[in-house]
């Protein structure tokens, strides 16, 4: 069941923009324990949700790694997003219109800062492990730092400490695609469709890579002059997208992407940030990731003192931490029981 949380406290950006209220879609499985020391905080990536049972079976799961029979499970929907939380399909309360893109841009930051909101909402006072992956990993970093005594252990998989040169120029090139939409600012749910088509599309080319891209999608027709199976399953990806998410919303979140940086206001040192962190800290790498390399998360753990590296030989590409959820939940549960 989806919970709402509403705050009628202003709630100010961090670039200074005051939302004046605050209202957040979550997600609990499970049963907090006596003395609320079986937590674990799932924070989830770009285009998915508060449901993460759905989005990460084998990992938070009956029987997996994080089981809902021993821990108590939380999940919210990042400020920005279009499953409920704040964001561009949301009403401004004080003169009632939708914002649609004039929300104003958020950061990491901000997201996590919504969390805490929540956090305190439910009355959590630690939280036993806090996760992600990707752009879900940005938030479990940010956490980590921003409340150090309450978050005992990290799990970080397919992530990085700042958004890359790489990783913003892949946003760009999306929000380009958007901004290429005629339709993309217009005051409707489906403005921008046809832009979030074709930025899904040049996402989905760093989500996986050459390999998984000819084993699963080259044709065995040398025959064909069109209609090509790789092209079909772009432009099919391009349409499910469209069909659950909207233009403005993606906009918004590349940009809070490109915003990560754990040590922006304090100090500038990124290594130095990472030394600070204390908790014990899982770090899984996937082989064939092009969107947040292997490199990453490798700097990451020689930086962490109490870091664990663990390396994933997948051919699926940055979408690996997803799709094996086998080998990932394997590793997180042996971790677990030994950290």
Not at 112 to 137: N, P, Q, T
Not at 298 to 306: D, G, L, W
Request: charge should be negative.
């Amino acid at each position: 069941m989806l919970h709402r949380f509403i705050s009628q406290e202003p709630f100010e950006l961090e670039n200074g923009i005051v939302l004046p209220s605050l209202e957040i879609a979550y997600h609990t499985y499970g049963e907090k324990n006596m003395d609320g020391t079986n937590v674990v905080w799932v924070c989830h990536a770009l285009t998915a949700n508060a449901e993460v049972m759905q989005w990460w079976p084998g990992v938070v799961d009956e029987g997996a790694a994080i089981d809902p029979s021993k821990h108590f499970i939380v999940c919210a929907n990042i400020l920005g997003s279009c499953y409920g939380s704040s964001g561009p399909l949301s009403a401004d309360i004080v003169n009632g219109e939708t914002y649609y893109a004039a929300f104003p841009q958020v950061t990491i930051r901000d997201m996590v800062k919504a969390h805490i909101l929540l956090r305190k909402h439910l009355e959590i006072d630690s939280i036993s492990l806090c996760m992600g992956g990707s752009m879900g990993g940005y938030q479990a970093l940010e956490w980590a730092i921003m409340e150090p005594h309450l978050v005992k252990r990290i799990f970080l998989i397919a992530t990085s400490a700042t958004e890359s040169a790489w990783g913003i120029a892949i946003h760009e090139a999306q929000r380009l695609a958007i901004e290429a939409d005629s339709s993309w600012k217009e005051k409707q749910p489906s403005a921008g469709a046809k832009g979030l088509k074709a930025a899904r599309a040049i996402g989905m080319l760093t989500y996986r890579n050459y390999t998984a891209m000819v084993n699963q999608q080259q044709d065995p027709d040398s025959e064909k002059l069109d209609n090509y199976r790789a092209a079909s399953y772009i432009s099919y990806q391009g349409d499910k997208l469209v069909k659950r998410f909207n233009a403005q919303s993606y906009w918004l979140l590349t940009k809070s992407m490109d915003s990560h940086h754990i040590a922006r206001g304090r100090g500038g040192d990124v290594v130095k940030m990472l030394n600070s962190i204390k908790q014990p800290t899982l770090i899984i790498g996937i082989t064939s990731d092009l969107l947040c390399p292997l490199e990453e998360q490798q700097r990451m753990a020689s930086s962490i003192p109490t870091a664990t590296f663990v390396e994933i030989d997948s051919m699926y590409g940055h979408d690996g931490f997803l799709v094996e959820s086998k080998q990932v939940s394997h590793h997180l549960a042996e971790w677990l029981e030994n950290s």
